[in-house]
């Protein structure tokens, strides 16, 4: 049974960090890029940053360039996004996803498989 698995959400003062993991199994992610959207109450989900199947290549919203970072280990089959100077802006419940589309797209459609979700609360 293909899964992904979100961890690691939680409540932090603005400014601080918080480093989200995302497990899968049922498939090997090395044939996959990978990407975090987020989705806030009442706004549609947003892309937030992609990762290519090997770690050569990825791409930022423009809102998080510069305080988020993604990786991937594909031999433990899961990628990770490392978020900085959090902003209550930042608030929303983050997934990952994975999609065989050869592009990074920011495209919530062009991605194949979705964790459930886990909550992250920068506050004020």
């Known amino acids: 049974q293909v899964q992904l698995v979100e961890s690691g959400g939680g409540l932090v003062q603005a400014g601080g960090s918080l480093r989200l993991s995302c497990a899968a199994s049922?498939?090997?992610?090395?044939?996959?890029?990978l990407a975090w959207f987020r989705q806030a109450p009442g706004q549609e989900r947003q892309f937030v940053a992609a990762?290519?199947?090997?770690?050569?290549?990825?791409r930022y919203a423009d809102s998080v360039k510069g305080r988020f970072t993604i990786s991937r280990d594909n031999a433990e089959n899961s990628m990770y996004l490392q978020m900085n100077s959090l902003k209550p802006e930042d608030t929303a419940v983050y997934y990952c996803?994975?999609?065989?589309?050869?592009?990074?797209?920011?495209?919530?459609?062009?991605?194949?498989?979705w964790g459930q979700g886990t909550q992250v609360t920068a506050s004020s």
């Open positions: 049922g498939f090997t992610i090395s044939n996959y890029n």
């Open positions: 990762i290519s199947w090997s770690g050569g290549r990825t």
């Open positions: 996803a994975a999609g065989q589309n050869p592009l990074l797209g920011t495209d919530p459609s062009r991605y194949k498989y």
